[in-house]
């Protein structure tokens, strides 16, 4: 290979170490779940004909939290939550908290009612955990809201979130991909040279 065509390739090259570089230091994903324990109100004071939570209170992060949430204290919280209509498309944020330096997090991006009576109410749905120091990761979440009294409801809530950790292949990917590029760009200005 001439001096020149080296010189030619060497960015791209440069580019795809810089980019397998960055991968690698990318913050780690968001695994485990965990659960919360607090009381709700609803819109219209049962589970039954309720179409919206108007409060969510006394919420605490409750014992078995796994994965990135399993340092967390025993009850730790309080846990803000929004209350949210349960035909919104999203909720932004559908809960934070912070311990420490760290703010935990969830963004709704789904809503379903899998099931409603006059003693119990089931949400279900998707969205974007957050923790400080880590990348945001697509999870689901749940709320099984059950009342014996008629003043509140007993919450709890809970969450998954889970990703395929990526063991550098994506990054040798893009790598591959430039070198690839900047070969047949070096090839082409040959034939042109040629030409």
Known sequence: ??????????????????????????NPIITGGLNFDGLATTNSGDLLNATAFSSIYDVYVFPGSTGSYASLPLFAGPVTFTPFSFSAAAVTPLWTF???????????????????????????????????GYQTTLGSWSIDDTT???????????????????????????????????????????????G
Request: proline share 2%; aromatic share 4%; net charge positive.
């Open 148 to 194: 014996t009294t008629h003043k509140s409801a007993i919450f709890n809530f809970g969450a998954d979130t889970a990703a395929l950790p990526d063991s550098g292949g994506t990054a040798l990917l893009i790598g591959l991909g430039l070198a690839g590029v900047a070969a047949g760009m070096v090839a082409q200005r040959r034939r042109l040279a040629k």
């Open 1 to 26: 290979m001439k001096l020149a065509t080296l010189t030619k390739l060497s960015p791209a090259l440069i580019l795809a170490i810089a980019l397998c570089g960055n991968v690698a230091k990318a």
């Open 98 to 132: 912070t311990v420490g330096s760290v703010t935990y997090s969830f963004d709704a991006t789904s809503i379903m009612v899998v099931a409603q009576s006059k003693g119990g109410l089931l949400l279900e749905g998707n969205g974007w955990a957050s923790i400080t």
